[in-house]
Each structure stands twice: as structure tokens, then as C-alpha cells.
């Protein structure tokens, strides 16, 4: 009975931790892409902006 538990307790510490490995890594995607994108979008206004005031 031990060992079934402690092979349980190993699988769920190795998907926790595969988890949080994946959730990092995501997260650290979508902030580098936001941070991407935003002088873009800084850019763009400055293009709309120069066209209205001309």
C-alpha cells in the first residue's frame, strides 16, 4: 500500500511541477508578445494623429 502512494505522491509533484513549468512558460509568451505589440500600437496612433492634424 505504501508504494502505490508514494508513486501517486511522485506523479503528482512531476504534473505540479510540469504545470507550473508550462504556466511560466506561457505566461512569459503572452508578456513578451504584449510587449511586442505595444510600440506598435504606440506607432499606429502617432501615424493616425500626424494624418488628422495635416
Known sequence: MMNVWTAIMEFTAITASAGMIVIITVGGLLHYM?????PV???????LRDKSVH
Not at 504584449?34 to 505595444?38: G, L, M
Not at 500600437?41 to 501615424?47: A, E, I, M, T, Y
Open 34 to 38: 504584449r510587449v511586442q505589440a505595444e
Open 41 to 47: 500600437k504606440v506607432r499606429v496612433k502617432k501615424d
